[in-house]
C-alpha cells in the first residue's frame, strides 16, 4: 500500500460526475430551505425535551459501578494491547499501531459515539488512571479556566491533523508512537492539575466524541433515565464554550484539506516550491491545513453574525449558539470521506491486533465503486440538509421574528458554499 494522505492512502475519483453532484446538492439544499422557510415557523426542537424512556434496567446496568470498571479496565486493557503490538509487531506500515490511531481511533470513534453515545469519556485510559490515584479523591488544586473552554481540544484536534496530514511522515510508525505518547502525558498531567475538568474540555478525542454523540438518538432524560429520542432535539445540548467553533472548523476543515492534497495540481506545486519555501513542504502543507480551518471557522463566524434587529452581545454569541448546526456537516464529511478506510482498512487493523496478518479483507465498498460513490454523496447532502434544518430551528429561537428568515440567508450560503466545496474535493480531487 502507497503511504500518502493520513497515513493509509489517498483518495480515488469515483464514477459520479461531481458537476451533477454539485447541482443535486445545491437544488437539495435550496429546496430544504424553502420549505422549512415557509411551513417551519415555529422552533420545534428542545433539548429539555423528553424522549422515550428505555426500560428502568437499562439505566441501572449502563450506570452500575461493575459495568463503569468493566468499560474502563476494558479500555486501559485495549491500550497495553496495542502498546504491545507497536513494540513487537512488525516495524513499517504493516503494524496495526497506524489502523488503530487513524481508523478505529479517529473514524470508528465516531461511529461508535454516534450509536451510543460519549463512549471515550468511559474507556478513556487517562481517565482511568486518574481514577485509579488518590489524588483523584481530593479536590483538583487548581480550577480550570472558565475562559479556556474547548480551546486545548481544538489546538490538541489541529495537532493530530497535522500529524495525519502535513507532518514529514504520516506513516511513521515512531512519529506516531510519540504523539500519542505526548498526548497520554500531556492529558494526564491536565488531569492531575485541573481534575476532570481536563479531560472534558482538552483531551481532543474525548470532545471529539462528544461532538459525534450529539446526534446519537440515545440520551438522557431530566431524571437521568436512559431514552431514545429524536436527534435534532439532542443536537442543540452541545455546551457553547469559547473554542466550540475552532473544534469544529479543525474537524471539518481537516477533512477538506485530505480532499484537496490529493489534487495533482496541489502535489505539483508542493513539489515545485518546496525547496524554497521554510520548513520545505512540511511548512506549505502546514499553512494549507490552517488555511482550511481558518476559512471555514471565519466563513461561519460572518454568516452567524450577518442578521438583522440584534444587539451587540447577542450578535457576539450567535456564532457559537449556532455552532452545533455543523456537526451533521462534519459527521456527513467524515463517513463521506473515510467510510472505506472504516470497513476495509479497519478490518486489516483488527486482523493485525488478532495476529491474523494473512486474513482476507473483504473489500465490499471498494468492488462495488458505484455504491461507494452513491453512498458519499448521500452522507455529504444527509449532513448539509440536517444543519439547515437545525439552523433553521435554532434561528427561530434566536432571531427576532422580523429577521427570522433573511437572517438565514447568509447561513445558508454559507452552507451551500461548503457543500460545493465538499463535493467538488471530495471527486474533483
Known amino acids: 500500500?502507497?503511504?500518502?494522505?493520513?497515513?493509509?492512502?489517498?483518495?480515488?475519483?469515483?464514477?459520479?460526475?461531481?458537476?451533477?453532484?454539485?447541482i443535486g446538492?445545491?437544488?437539495?439544499?435550496?429546496?430544504?430551505?424553502?420549505?422549512?422557510?415557509?411551513?417551519?415557523?415555529?422552533?420545534?426542537?428542545?433539548?429539555?425535551?423528553?424522549?422515550?424512556?428505555?426500560?428502568?434496567?437499562?439505566t441501572t446496568v449502563v450506570d452500575a459501578p461493575a459495568t463503569r470498571w468493566a468499560a474502563a479496565i476494558a479500555g486501559l486493557l485495549f491500550v497495553g494491547w496495542v502498546t504491545l503490538a507497536a513494540v513487537f509487531g512488525p516495524q513499517d506500515s504493516a503494524n496495526p499501531l497506524l489502523g488503530v490511531c487513524y481508523v478505529l481511533l479517529w473514524v470508528g470513534l465516531v461511529a461508535v459515539s454516534l450509536a451510543i453515545g460519549p463512549v471515550w469519556r468511559a474507556v478513556s485510559p487517562v481517565r482511568t488512571v486518574y481514577r485509579l490515584l488518590p489524588v483523584s479523591r481530593r479536590p483538583p488544586p487548581t480550577a480550570y479556566p472558565a475562559g479556556w473552554g474547548y480551546w486545548p481540544a481544538a489546538f490538541g484536534l489541529f495537532a493530530f491533523v497535522w500529524l495525519e496530514l502535513a507532518s514529514p511522515d504520516p506513516g511513521s510508525l515512531a512519529a506516531v508512537k510519540i504523539w500519542l505518547l505526548l498526548y497520554l502525558a500531556v492529558t494526564l498531567a491536565g488531569a492531575l492539575v485541573f481534575g476532570t475538568r481536563w479531560p472534558a474540555n482538552a483531551d481532543p478525542f474525548e470532545v471529539y466524541g462528544v461532538v459525534a454523540s450529539r446526534l446519537s438518538p440515545l440520551h438522557r432524560n431530566a431524571d437521568g433515565l436512559v431514552a431514545l429520542g429524536n436527534p435534532f432535539d439532542h443536537l442543540p445540548s452541545m455546551?457553547?464554550?469559547?473554542?466550540?467553533?475552532?473544534?469544529?472548523?479543525?474537524?471539518?476543515?481537516?477533512?477538506?484539506?485530505?480532499?484537496?492534497?490529493?489534487?495533482?495540481?496541489?502535489?505539483?506545486?508542493?513539489?515545485?516550491?518546496?525547496?524554497?519555501?521554510?520548513?520545505?513542504?512540511?511548512?506549505i502543507r502546514s499553512v494549507g491545513l490552517l488555511v482550511f480551518a481558518a476559512v471555514v471557522g471565519t466563513t461561519f463566524?460572518?454568516?452567524?453574525?450577518?442578521?438583522?434587529?440584534?444587539?451587540?452581545?447577542?450578535?457576539?454569541?450567535?456564532?457559537?449558539q449556532m455552532a452545533h448546526s455543523l456537526?451533521?456537516?462534519?459527521?456527513?464529511?467524515?463517513?463521506?470521506?473515510?467510510?472505506?478506510?472504516?470497513v476495509e482498512r479497519g478490518q486489516q487493523t483488527v486482523f493485525g491486533l488478532l495476529g491474523l496478518r494473512h486474513a482476507e479483507v473483504n473489500y465490499l465498498l471498494s468492488l462495488h465503486p458505484s455504491v461507494l460513490a452513491t453512498l458519499k454523496v448521500c452522507f455529504v447532502v444527509?449532513?448539509?440538509?440536517?444543519?439547515?434544518?437545525?439552523?433553521?430551528?435554532?434561528?427561530?429561537?434566536?432571531?427576532?421574528k422580523g429577521h427570522q428568515v433573511t437572517g438565514q440567508l447568509p447561513m445558508m450560503l454559507v452552507m451551500v458554499g461548503y457543500t460545493f466545496t465538499g463535493l467538488y474535493l471530495l471527486f474533483g480531487g
Do not use: C
Open 382 to 400: 444527509a449532513g448539509h440538509i440536517a444543519a439547515v434544518i437545525a439552523a433553521h430551528d435554532r434561528a427561530l429561537r434566536l432571531l427576532p
Open 301 to 320: 463566524w460572518l454568516g452567524a453574525r450577518a442578521t438583522g434587529g440584534v444587539t451587540r452581545g447577542q450578535r457576539r454569541a450567535l456564532p457559537g
Open 327 to 342: 456537526i451533521p456537516i462534519v459527521i456527513g464529511y467524515v463517513f463521506a470521506h473515510y467510510l472505506t478506510y472504516l
Open 25 to 58: 446538492a445545491a437544488w437539495a439544499l435550496t429546496f430544504t430551505f424553502a420549505v422549512v422557510a415557509v411551513a417551519w415557523r415555529r422552533p420545534r426542537f428542545d433539548p429539555e425535551k423528553p424522549g422515550h424512556a428505555l426500560p428502568q434496567w437499562i
Open 239 to 283: 455546551p457553547v464554550r469559547p473554542g466550540l467553533l475552532a473544534v469544529l472548523a479543525v474537524l471539518l476543515g481537516s477533512t477538506a484539506f485530505d480532499s484537496f492534497s490529493a489534487m495533482p495540481w496541489w502535489r505539483n506545486f508542493v513539489d515545485a516550491h518546496a525547496a524554497s519555501a521554510p520548513f520545505g513542504d512540511v511548512g
Open 1 to 22: 500500500m502507497t503511504v500518502l494522505a493520513h497515513g493509509l492512502g489517498g483518495s480515488a475519483d469515483l464514477p459520479i460526475p461531481y458537476t451533477y453532484a454539485l
